[in-house]
């Protein structure tokens, strides 16, 4: 799943696709470079990020989902909010990837259900301008995994098809980078759930800090590599996806990984 954000703040390329020509452009380069999905949100989710209002989010993401689909794109839609997911699902979006789990907005289970496309459900527990006070565990994988239980049994009641859910541990959000790496660890408990799962690890804080402190932190365009390198521990441990910036980089671990093993190309 390669990551446009069509916004003028998100932590690791923000502004540069905020023009919807650029973000058009960059989308149809990712799926050229090998992404099965393009991924577009017009919210960035940063720490301490405010919110767009609903018609400025509108704006900032319809043209681009229609123009990417009507290019036979696989397009998701990066959303909190149900009325955005709806637009997009109409404009031609197959997955809605919700960073709240379908808890930022009470008629998202709803709307998903009733359109029949995949559900992206990650571990969530606040809105982004105060959400790293909310990264308190008891055991962070216990605690994930049944609060993504939670989602799953809200988003089935309300008439989303089991199979349609895909599961993210949400790294990052509400987590310190221990909590991102013992959930990292954990991911075959996620998969043996029976959902697909989807990892976001790209370009986050948490991997500038491998091997380095804050003093000698990989600034966010410098942590591709480790990136790629989450992504084939990622398939490794038997994930459906992996949200990433910078295609190339994971398609090579990938090809590194498949070469590897002895399996052959996956056709695309
Ligand atoms: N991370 C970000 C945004 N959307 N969606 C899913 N499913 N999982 C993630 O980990 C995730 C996400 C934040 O990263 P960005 O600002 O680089 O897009």
Redesign the pocket.
């Known amino acids: ?1 390669g ?1 446009v ?1 069509v ?1 003028p703040d ?5 502004g540069v696709w905020f023009d919807p020509e650029a973000a058009i452009a960059h989308g149809l380069r990712l799926w050229e470079q090998g992404a099965d999905i393009i ?1 577009v ?1 017009g919210e ?3 720490p301490g990020a405010l919110r767009p209002d609903e018609p400025e989010e509108m704006r900032r993401i319809l043209r681009v989902v229609a123009e990417l689909a009507g290019a036979e794109v696989v397009v998701s839609i ?1 959303t909190m909010r149900a009325a955005v997911a709806q637009a997009a699902v109409a404009s031609g979006a197959r997955i809605v ?3 709240s789990g379908a808890l930022g907005d009470p008629a998202m289970a709803e709307v998903v259900a009733a359109a029949g496309v995949d559900f ?1 459900a ?1 571990h969530w527990r606040g809105h982004s301008v105060d959400m790293q006070s909310r990264a308190h565990y008891d055991d962070v994988v216990a605690d994930v995994c049944r609060e993504l239980a939670a989602r799953v049994a809200a988003l089935t009641a309300a008439g989303v098809a089991p199979e349609r859910i895909i599961l ?6 509400a987590k310190l980078p221990e909590h991102n790496w013992a959930l990292l660890r954990a991911l075959p408990d996620l998969v043996a759930t029976g959902h697909r799962v ?7 804080r948490f991997l500038g800090l491998a091997g380095r402190d804050e003093q000698t932190i990989r600034p966010a365009d410098a942590r591709d590599i480790a990136t790629a390198v989450t992504s084939a521990y990622a398939a490794d441990a038997g994930v459906w996806g992996v ?1 990433v ?1 910078d295609v190339v980089a994971t398609r090579d671990a990938l090809a590194v990984r498949r070469a590897w093993r002895g399996e052959s190309e996956d056709g695309r």
Not at 10 to 14: A, K, M, P, T, V
Not at 168 to 173: C, N, Q, S
Not at 198 to 204: A, D, Y
Request: overall charge negative.
């Open positions: 799943m990551v954000n916004t998100s932590f690791s390329d923000g991924d949100g960035s989710t940063r990066d990837n919700d960073v992206v990650m993210d541990p949400g790294l990052g959000f989807l990892v976001g690890s790209s370009r986050k949200r910036h």
